[in-house]
């Protein structure tokens, strides 16, 4: 059989799949090579915008953190918010839908996600680990060094700072994603005991002046996440419930999506990681933590029931920074080469999810990218996040 004969097989055989396999790796170079272009001629914008403008790094604000600044980084605000997240008390206004639940074995994960009227999505979760003692779930998930040897999205993580006196804890982690940049978190986090071996701890996003902007990287922007960590009544099993708000740059449909394929596999792999954790805990190289200078949950705090201004502040907060965000990616961006983007990306991220199902991952893409052209020009009540880079 030749080799025109052979192609014709192929073609045949794969019924549209090899050409919509064909047409997606033609426009992944083609978005490569656009890519560049634009990057090249946002670059020469950039400059020029920064001529007449303040300078964008914060270093004022940065250097804080060397001095008492850090308190002020994570407050009991903070912890009344997300006590109040966690006891689900705004669900009411909260328009909340299933994401994922399952179980096997000692394991049981379910998640569901809402989307607020400003800011990126919301995920509120919970685990629960047969077997499991909340000290040693506690200690495995601030274990950021033990993390990177069984998470392989990290593929950095250092501490910056550290405050005695309110136990907060700075780092710099860095991570990759499939056919993205790697992104850059500079994060805060605190950890609270309460009562009955309770834990909570809190993470915001923030900056430092050990961890300047690099070009090779995209700075996570916005990132606040919290979980509390407690035993089952009557079992020997422990659960952590965890509330997640980030925005990373990436296709807000697209996180989604990867999110409701991806987590069970993730916490599966978690849970491999635990139980090697209980057997063989790995000696911490850092001398202190936020774990070791783990602070007690104030006594007002403990077993609360309606919610403060404080949380309501950070919300407020939370809406002004990703619109300021939203705003300053509108200066450097086309809308044009940002739903090209959108498009390509979830087509990509459509295939491997659907399991080589070109087909399928096409007709879903276009529908996408459809749904956005008719939306264009009209007002839109939420920030799309950006998966230019």
């Known amino acids: 059989m030749g080799e025109a004969s052979l192609g014709r097989e192929f073609w045949k055989e794969n019924k549209g799949g090899g050409w919509a396999a064909f047409t997606v790796l033609s426009l992944i170079f083609l978005w490569q090579l656009l890519k560049f272009v634009f990057s090249a001629i946002s670059r020469c914008y950039v400059v020029r915008f920064r001529t007449h403008s303040s300078p964008i790094s914060p270093t004022p604000d940065a250097n804080l953190l060397f001095s008492s600044g850090i308190s002020e980084l994570i407050t009991e605000g903070d912890l009344k918010c997300l006590i109040d997240n966690l006891d689900e008390k705004a669900n009411e206004i909260e328009k909340w839908e299933n994401v994922t639940e399952k179980s096997k074995g000692l394991l049981s994960y379910k998640a569901k996600c809402c989307k607020p009227k400003d800011g990126p999505f919301k995920y509120l979760s919970v685990t629960v680990f047969g077997n499991c003692s909340p000290e040693l779930l506690r200690d495995f998930y601030m274990d950021c060094e033990y993390r990177k040897q069984w998470d392989r999205t990290v593929v950095e993580h250092e501490q910056l700072q550290i405050d005695e006196r309110t136990g907060i804890e700075i780092g710099r982690t860095i991570k990759k994603f499939p056919l993205l940049t790697h992104r850059e978190y500079v994060l805060a986090w605190k950890v609270w005991e309460g009562s009955n071996k309770t834990y909570y701890c809190f993470t915001k996003e923030c900056e430092h002046p050990l961890a300047p902007r690099q070009k090779k990287y995209v700075r996570v922007a916005f990132f606040r996440s919290g979980w509390r960590i407690r035993q089952v009544p009557g079992t020997n099993a422990c659960e952590i419930k965890m509330v997640h708000q980030e925005d990373a740059g990436l296709n807000v449909e697209l996180a989604r999506l990867a999110f409701a394929k991806g987590v069970w596999g993730y916490v599966c792999k978690m849970e491999d990681a635990l139980r090697k954790y209980s057997l063989h805990r790995p000696r911490s190289i850092l001398a202190m933590t936020a774990v070791s200078l783990m602070q007690k949950v104030p006594p007002e705090l403990e077993g609360t029931s309606t919610a403060t201004q ?52 096409a007709k879903v893409a276009t529908a996408y990218i459809l749904k956005k052209l008719s939306k264009r020009g009209a007002p839109s009540g939420q920030t799309q996040t950006d998966v230019t880079r």
């Not at 450097?332 to 390509?344: D, F, Q, V, Y």
């Not at 990509?348 to 199902?357: F, R, T, V």
């Open 310 to 361: 404080s949380c309501t502040s950070s919300r407020d907060a939370m809406h002004s920074q990703v619109e300021g965000g939203a705003n300053s990616r509108r200066l450097t961006r086309k809308p044009s080469k940002k739903l090209i983007a959108n498009g390509l990306l979830l087509l990509g991220g459509l295939i491997c999810l659907s399991h080589g199902n070109a087909g399928l991952a």
